[in-house]
């Protein structure tokens, strides 16, 4: 043992000794590490500086505006009557299924009109017990024809009255589904309740937004137009008797024009001409001077304004 550890103090002395003779043994180990280690660095370079950045998604999103609907009453219906196929309602939903539906779903009810062709997915086949997606119940063949199925061909009918789609309904069970399913009390209450048939229903007219913007601009500009008018005009007219006491008794002419022109009722009788001015007096324009006005000042006033507008 003490001979090997003179050997290690020897080999230790001689390294402090001759430092260079040892680096130039270990410099092949060294470049081949260093080597190495570039390598692998290269070799990731692109990974090492690429940025993982998400691609930008497209907007999927889309803007629909409203579409034209014109004014209606839905007339209230007797629930518990139209649950019922009663001939004139089944007569009723022949026209309707034949008029509308048959060119999708066929004269047979079987999904292979002759507009069936291509579409995805394809028409439904009443035929069949199953795939339904609401149902074949009378209130879940209401709610397709009510609210038609998303993302497929079949679209909404809102437009037909109540009694029509129950008529529809009636038909497409009795004449196409087999053993079709009753509906209980509680679905005709719920389906009641839902689109409140049993009281009616007033659809207010709608115009696409793009259409309404349209129409208040130009509508806008009519009155701004007009209003223009009514100034220009009042400057040529400053020699009449009643462009003066205009002049005298406005605070604001541009203001007083705005209001009048808001309702022309005042056209019609000086006395609502003049009660229009007194009782608004803080907002249309006139000082309180108008009530110093003499019955010949007001109707100076009256005449010179009613020509003017």
């Known amino acids: 043992m003490s001979d090997l550890n003179k050997i290690v103090k ?19 180990f060294i470049f081949i590490i260093i080597t190495v280690i570039c390598f692998i660095y290269v070799f990731n370079l692109q990974y090492i500086a690429r940025q993982n950045v998400n691609p930008p998604l497209p907007d999927s999103t889309s803007q629909k505006d409203l579409q034209i609907v014109q004014a209606k009453t839905i007339p209230p219906i007797d629930i518990t009557k139209v649950s019922i196929p009663l001939p004139e309602l089944l007569e ?125 601009i130009s509508e806008n500009d009519s009155v701004s137009q007009n209003i223009t008018r009514l100034m220009r005009n009042d400057a040529l007219e400053q020699n009449d008797p009643g462009a003066q006491v205009f002049s005298k008794v406005s605070r604001n002419k541009l203001k007083a024009f705005v209001s009048l022109s808001r309702n022309l009722n005042w056209k019609q009788d000086e006395k609502l001409f003049i009660d229009n001015i007194v009782y608004n007096i803080k907002q249309n324009g006139f000082t309180g001077d108008v009530y110093n006005l003499s019955s010949n000042q007001w109707n100076d006033l009256y005449n010179y304004l009613n020509r003017l507008f």
């Open 10 to 28: 020897d080999k230790i002395e001689q390294v402090k000794s001759e430092p260079g003779k040892v680096f130039g043994l270990l410099y092949p």
């Open 92 to 216: 009723k939903g022949k026209n309707i299924f034949t008029s509308v539906c048959s060119s999708c779903h066929g004269m047979e009810g079987k999904g292979n009109g002759p507009a069936s062709t291509g579409l995805n997915s394809p028409p439904r086949n009443f035929t069949s017990k199953s795939g339904w997606k609401n149902g074949p119940k009378i209130t879940q063949i209401f709610q397709t024809l009510q609210d038609g199925i998303p993302g497929s061909a079949m679209a909404s009918y809102e437009y037909l009255t109540p009694e029509e789609k129950f008529g529809l309904a009636h038909y497409i069970r009795t004449t196409f589904v087999p053993d079709p399913p009753k509906d209980s009390p509680d679905d005709l209450k719920d389906l009641d309740q839902l689109y409140n048939l049993s009281k009616g229903k007033e659809i207010p007219a709608q115009i696409p937004v793009a259409d309404a913007v349209k129409f208040v």
